[in-house]
């Protein structure tokens, strides 16, 4: 008896585990759904890296017209604005790699459109020679008030009277040291030590930014992370930059080493014998094309780009891009914006403003 029950006990259970067996065979039931976001913490986005803040040294400041790391006695220093005669036989000028920021454009429509530069000086006091300096036109009265900046020339045509009366232009005219360097009385004429601090003393103008001081005109990158064109959807290559200055023929030639654009004139190389021969380079060029206006037949003009707007070029570090560029009133500096609408960031350096007729825009070279 106790034999039968046992047969039938384990009959039971085979048949229980051939019926579980038998389970395997249909659909096995979906797996239970884990929810990660529950069961393990959410990865977080990596945080921006704040922005390495540059300690100033000891007695320093950074120059609003470099960006460079400058002497802070020099801080409320207003600059000056000295026009640079650049006819051959003013060859070879004195002081210009002492210069921030230099201008060049045409000057007159006669003498194959014959270009000058307007040199702007921070460190003025440094000066032991500097020009020859020549007469200045209407154009340069409209662009160094954005700087607030005393203009240094000798004369002018007629035409640049009614700036003259304009409360925010500082200017001195002439007077300055005369040079016996073998050429006519017309080339002669130098800015020499002292001469400044003289005729700051002499004309009652401040050394210092005035009221109608607009405030820093350019943005400038770091050091650290300098301005990358290349990474600009527009931007081209730009290792020549051939300027349609048929008189001189302005050049500006790329050097990868030093990241400069080196400067040419006349077939040779731009060198300033006042230090050491060293060749007129800089950091960043800007090409602004503007229309002109002829006053005569004598070929006295100025560019309109007072509450006008237009094309133009930024070029630093081998490469290029399209900007445009707007201006309102005189002290109001000239903004250049890129592609995006984006006010352009400079390269620590020196700057190179190169003003182009729209008559001659089209036979600019960059490659």
């Known amino acids: 008896m106790k034999r039968k029950t046992l047969l039938l006990f384990l009959s039971a259970a085979l048949a229980c585990s051939v019926l579980t067996g038998c389970g395997n065979s249909e659909e096995p039931a979906a797996p239970a759904v884990t929810d990660v976001s529950e069961s393990q913490p959410e990865e977080e986005e990596p945080a921006e890296e704040a922005p390495v803040e540059e300690t100033a040294p000891d007695g320093m400041y950074k120059s609003e017209l470099t960006g460079e790391w400058i002497d802070e006695s020099l801080q409320s220093q207003r600059p000056v604005a000295i026009m ?21 454009m045409m000057n007159s429509t006669a003498n194959g459109e014959i ?40 004369g002018g045509p007629f ?28 080339f002669t004429e130098y800015v020499m030590s002292g001469d400044l601090e003289s005729r700051f003393e002499s004309n009652d103008v401040s050394t210092d930014y005035d009221d109608y001081y607009p405030g820093p005109h350019w943005q400038f990158a770091s050091e650290s992370a300098p301005v990358d064109l290349s990474t600009a959807s527009d931007a081209i290559d730009c290792t020549l930059v051939d300027l349609p200055f048929p008189h001189n023929a302005s ?9 400069l ?32 206006h002829q006053y005569d037949d004598n070929g006295y003009m100025q560019f309109n780009i007072l509450n006008e707007s237009g094309e133009g070029y930024y070029i630093t570090g081998g490469k ?7 201006k309102g009133s005189d002290t109001n500096p000239t903004k250049f914006y890129d592609a995006e609408g984006n006010e352009i960031t400079l390269n620590v350096g020196k700057t190179y403003v190169g003003l182009v007729s729209q008559s001659r825009w089209d036979e600019l070279v960059l490659e």
Request: net charge negative; proline share 4%.
């Open 84 to 104: 640079v005669d650049n006819e051959k036989t003013a060859l070879l000028h004195y002081g210009m790699t002492q210069a921030d920021i230099v201008y060049e």
């Open 115 to 154: 270009t000058r530069f307007m040199a702007l000086v921070k460190d003025w006091g440094s000066i032991t020679q500097f020009g020859s300096i020549r007469s200045v036109r209407p154009t340069n009265f409209m662009i160094a008030p954005e700087y607030n900046a005393v203009l240094v020339h000798d």
């Open 159 to 186: 035409y640049i009277d009614a700036y003259l009366s304009n409360p925010w232009v500082e200017h001195f005219s002439g007077g300055f040291s005369r040079v016996n360097n073998g050429k006519s009385r017309e």
């Open 251 to 259: 050049q500006l030639d790329y050097d990868e080493a030093s990241g």
């Open 261 to 292: 654009y080196l400067y040419s004139e006349y077939g040779m190389k731009h060198t300033d014998p006042a230090n050491g021969d060293a060749q007129l380079s800089f950091t960043n060029v800007i090409l602004q094309c503007a229309e002109h």
């Open 320 to 326: 290029a891009i399209p900007v445009t560029w707007s």
